[in-house]
């Protein structure tokens, strides 16, 4: 059976086919900031170490809370094995690294 085209109509259509799957980069897709990967990185070469971590121009976030919530779902850049904490509204990250699981 031959494919068919969906409806004309003056706005978009709901729905049309598209044969192939658009690249994964063609979405919106946050970048991490510059000085964040720098701190990233840091955390990585210094594994166990916790690391004070201050809102910059060039990584603001209004809630210290507000990385720690990115840092425990992995994302802002931030993968397995980072931890975050506040103390005294200050916001502290360390890498501890992560462990591969064997075969039980």
Do not use: C, H
């Not at 978009?12 to 063609?26: H, I, M």
């Amino acid at each position: 059976m031959p494919a068919t085209k969906a409806p004309a109509t003056a706005t978009p259509p709901a729905f049309q086919l598209v044969g192939e799957l658009p690249d994964t980069k063609s979405g919106r897709r946050p970048t991490v900031p510059p000085i964040r990967q720098q701190l990233i990185d840091f955390a990585k070469d210094n594994v166990d170490q916790w690391i004070e971590y201050r809102s910059t121009d060039g990584d603001k976030f209004k809630q210290p809370s507000s990385v720690v919530n990115q840092i425990r779902k992995g994302g802002g850049g931030f993968g397995p094995g980072f931890e975050g904490a506040v103390r005294g509204g200050q916001l502290y990250i360390r890498y501890v690294g992560v462990t591969e699981q064997g075969p039980a």
